[in-house]
């Protein structure tokens, strides 16, 4: 118990210890670059849990974090009163803070995997649906039509321009809800084709140049992130087999030499 306990303050200090660290350079240049945007609309408009997936109020959001502190206070009192094949222990108040910030902590981490396996996924997707829209846009067709085609297919991507062009019944126009919508978004890369839709949507301009390069860039992103990614398995493949091999060899190059000592030894 007190194990677990000193295991919690180090990962609290840590976590204060790294929100108070100065930011890196490349941090200073993306915010120069990307300066923040007014996300005022989007707040209101957009459920929190968009680029998880899941149309959740904030209210909603609520009431499923308090119902996982809550199941995982209810596991650690029944862990403290022996109820679950141990033995009853003294700290059953501890268990039961414990158990309810585990609850708490779970239900965050099971929506920042969804959110990562979604941006993942939106990633693959955006080359596709770029190249879609531009394939519209040289058609004839306008952007708010390529975004409604787009809109109808499955997929990540498909899912947040649905939510956009949903919010167009509560008297927005298109342009502002694209804007809106990068913020919320399973990736931040995805921001740039929204934002270059909802200025073409006002400007217009050459349209098929800029998704062009854009298709380009997202390409380029996602080969990146495959290499990434294919570094990341191979050592997860590889990591328990040299952890069992070299204990082993060591051992089979020490075992003479601690054999030599012990005949020396016993001599």
């Not at 509560?170 to 342009?175: D, E, P």
């Given at each position: ?7 919690l ?15 890196l350079v490349g ?6 670059l ?19 997936g ?6 909603e959001?609520?009431?499923?974090r ?6 995982g206070a ?13 033995s009853?222990?003294s ?17 965050s981490m ?8 979604r941006g993942g996924?939106?990633?693959i997707?955006?080359p596709?649906?770029?190249d879609?829209?531009a394939l519209h846009?040289?058609?004839g067709s ?35 809800a694209?804007?809106?919508l990068?913020?919320?978004s399973a990736?931040?890369d ?6 270059f839709?909802a ?30 990614e294919g570094?990341?398995r191979?050592?997860?493949?590889y990591?328990?087999?040299l952890?069992?091999m070299?204990?082993?060899t060591?051992?089979?190059?020490m075992?003479?030499?601690i ?9």
């Open positions: 118990m007190r194990l677990v306990l000193v295991a303050a180090f990962g609290g200090v840590w976590g204060a210890t790294a929100r108070l660290r100065r930011p941090d200073r240049i993306a915010a120069f990307n300066p923040p945007v007014d996300d005022s609309i989007g707040v209101s408009i957009f459920p929190p849990q968009l680029a998880a899941l149309p959740w109020s904030k209210s959001l609520a009431a499923r308090l119902i996982a502190a809550a199941a209810m596991a650690g009192a029944l862990l403290g009163q022996g109820d679950l094949f141990v009853p222990s700290s059953a108040l501890a268990l039961i803070l414990l158990g309810g910030a585990a609850g708490a902590i779970a239900i099971w929506l920042s995997s969804r959110r990562q396996s996924q939106l990633l997707e955006l596709t649906i770029v879609a829209i846009l040289l058609a306008s952007v708010e039509t390529a975004v409604e085609s787009v809109a109808q297919e499955e997929g990540v991507g498909a899912f947040e321009m649905r939510a956009a062009l949903s919010t167009l019944e509560t008297g927005l126009s298109l342009t502002e694209l804007r809106a990068g913020p919320h990736r931040d995805s921001g740039r084709l929204y934002t839709l200025e073409a949507n006002v400007s217009g301009g050459r349209l098929t140049e800029g998704l062009a390069m854009l298709a380009k860039d997202y390409r380029a992103a996602s080969e990146r992130a495959l290499t990434a570094g990341r191979a050592i997860a493949a990591g328990p087999i952890a069992l070299v204990p082993v060591l051992l089979f190059l075992y003479p030499t054999a030599g000592l012990r005949n020396l030894a016993g001599g």
